[in-house]
């Protein structure tokens, strides 16, 4: 099953505007990872954060973590039509061997209006 | 440039045919994956690999298989075995081996059609 759920499924809004999107997990994790899918491509790693880490920026990006509630979410703050895509968040656990694995969620699509 | 190529892009097969996708990456990564995208479905992971010469299953392993003899590639045979195969593959790789080193670098993706 998926271990990350993101909310919404889609969301459309004006150019110039934040978008918000939300992931919760279900199991402890070592980091989450956003990454951003445009259609009928490959994914492009966005942020990491860490489970010690509860906020991280980046350019026009805003991500936060929450580990008691589990869920983490991804701002992108004045969108541009170039930010519609599908947007997923991926999380990392640590096996017993030191393996790591990355388990995706479902995807947010975002469509800019402009 | 440094990067992943899958290929082919497209790819149709007919019932009962084993097909292999490519995935071949120069960025001197240890790990690859094999992912399967489905329509609404996100992400599933088929296989993955920490290490030449060793590989080991993910979420839907079942009709797949793998190999990983050389640092640089790791295809994926479909099997006549896996009942619903049209899907979109996505290879990736990453530098392995420790907390935070799996960020993930992805190919363009290859689409299979089961005719």
């Known amino acids: 099953s998926q271990q990350g759920e993101e909310d919404p499924q889609a969301l459309s809004i004006q150019e110039g505007e934040n978008a918000t999107m939300n992931c919760s997990y279900k199991t402890s994790i070592n980091n989450l990872q956003w990454y951003r899918q445009n259609s009928g491509r490959g994914l492009v790693h966005l942020i990491l954060i860490r489970s010690n880490e509860r906020e991280k920026h980046s350019g026009r990006l805003r991500v936060t973590l929450d580990t008691s509630k589990k869920s983490s979410s991804l701002l992108i703050t004045a969108s541009r039509a170039a930010d519609t895509a599908s947007y997923f968040c991926a999380t990392v656990l640590i096996s017993n061997f030191g393996n790591e694995k990355l388990t995706f969620g479902t995807g947010t699509r975002l469509t800019i209006i402009p | 440039d440094g990067g992943i190529t899958q290929s082919p892009k497209y790819l149709f097969r007919k019932e009962g045919q084993n097909v292999t996708l490519s995935c071949e990456q120069n960025l001197n990564h240890d790990a690859m994956y094999w992912y399967r995208q489905d329509p609404g479905q996100g992400l599933r992971l088929i296989y993955y690999s920490q290490i030449v010469n060793d590989f080991q299953k993910g979420d839907i392993a079942e009709g797949y298989s793998v190999s990983r003899e050389k640092k640089e590639s790791f295809p994926l045979t479909v099997t006549s075995a896996q009942k619903n195969p049209t899907a979109f593959y996505l290879c990736?790789?990453?530098?392995?081996?420790?907390?935070?080193?799996?960020?993930?670098?992805f190919g363009a993706g290859s689409r299979l059609t089961v005719l």
């Open positions: 990736a790789s990453s530098i392995g081996g420790g907390y935070g080193a799996n960020v993930l670098t």
